[in-house]
């Protein structure tokens, strides 16, 4: 079924919340497999570059570093970046529960 088939079905607050937070991992699922993707196609001389662009880190001159320090240091990047991207991701689903929390309570003190 697709995602906007089930609009529809969506008729209570909580079923919203539940819609509009599996949107959102099934957006930032889609995200991350773009990342990995990009990464994968780039060769691997490359790699390590096109990592720090894509984790939007600050660049570090590593080449002169054995390649296990290097990997070490681009996956720090990449664990920076996932850890930061989560903590959005959880603040934005609470801000949205307590919108939607807000609004029911608002709606059931108007009847």
Known sequence: MNTWQVLPYVNTPIVLVAFIVGAM????????RYRAK??????????LEAISA???S?????KNLPA????????????????????IFGVGVAVLI?????F??????QH
Not at 68 to 87: C, E, N, T
Not at 98 to 102: E, P
């Open 25 to 32: 991992k099934v957006a930032y699922s889609a995200f991350l």
């Open 54 to 56: 894509i984790t939007e």
């Open 38 to 47: 990009i990464v994968q196609s780039t060769p691997p001389e490359d790699r």
């Open 98 to 102: 307590a919108a939607i929390v807000a």
């Open 68 to 87: 296990d320090q290097q990997a070490k240091i681009a996956l720090a990047q990449i664990a920076k970046g996932s850890r930061r991207d989560l903590l």
């Open 104 to 109: 029911t309570q608002q709606l059931a003190n």
């Open 58 to 62: 600050f660049p570090v001159d590593v």
